[in-house]
């Protein structure tokens, strides 16, 4: 069975700086994507970030980007010049190409917090 | 205007009654999904749907029950709630892997 792994539940950043979120996975397929999705203090889910596993190109939004790492099945998101508006919970989601639902398995979340 | 709306945004119930969450989507999207958030367990699935015709069990489904009444609205129903349903519900609906949530439910079952 497909699992994601998010092994930070919490971390913290000083504004300005760099962190770099975990996500591990676990899957017996080949095509598949890769989500992370930030949740302020809203409540609301935002895609910050996907990832095709076909392309060996990390995906890149402005300031966040990810490093891919399929062999090793490793999804980490790294958001860089951390702003205040950053805080949220950030969850790692997994999909699977072929199957005919779009199900999103999510990870547990990391709460990251924002220093000014 | 959202493109997916839920409601209530926020409700408290007691155990035993019946409540339903509605959801309605202008994304002209086929698919549509409830998922369940709790803490500490991130986001799991409860039903989905990928048309009006065809209704899925997701991976928690004993306790709820769904209806989808046309393409753009998907309502979840907890037929008697009990304390460990209390939790945010979030419909969403997808198309092309991506999913795109409505803005959620808190529920408190007391």
């Known amino acids: 069975a497909q699992t994601v792994t998010q092994s930070q539940p919490e971390m913290s950043v000083q504004e300005a700086e760099t962190v770099t979120l975990s996500c591990t996975y676990d899957t017996s397929e080949s095509d598949y994507y890769l989500f992370w999705y930030k949740q302020p203090p809203s409540r609301q889910m935002i895609l910050v970030i996907r990832?095709?596993?076909?392309?060996?190109q990390n995906a890149t939004e402005n300031r966040f980007s990810v490093n891919f790492q399929k062999a090793a099945k490793s999804f980490s998101l790294k958001i860089s010049d951390s702003q205040l508006g950053d805080a949220a919970m950030y969850f790692c989601a997994y999909s699977w190409y072929g199957g005919a639902t779009n199900k999103l398995i999510f990870g547990t979340g990391t709460l990251l917090a924002v220093q000014p | 205007d959202a493109d997916v709306t839920q409601t209530p945004r926020n409700r408290i119930t007691k155990t035993g009654k019946r409540i339903m969450l509605e959801c309605s989507q202008t994304?002209?999207?086929?698919?549509m999904y409830w998922y369940r958030q709790d803490p500490g367990l991130g986001l799991r699935l409860i039903y989905y749907s990928f048309d009006v015709k065809d209704i899925n069990k997701g991976e928690i489904s004993d306790g709820y029950s769904v209806s989808r009444q046309a393409q753009a609205k998907f309502s979840l129903s907890l037929e008697s709630a009990i304390p460990n349903q209390t939790a945010l519900y979030f419909c969403?609906?997808?198309?092309?892997?991506?999913?795109?949530f409505g803005p959620g439910t808190r529920l408190t079952v007391t």
């Open positions: 990832q095709e596993a076909y392309k060996q």
């Open positions: 994304k002209g999207h086929d698919r």
């Open positions: 969403a609906t997808s198309d092309r892997q991506i999913l795109y």
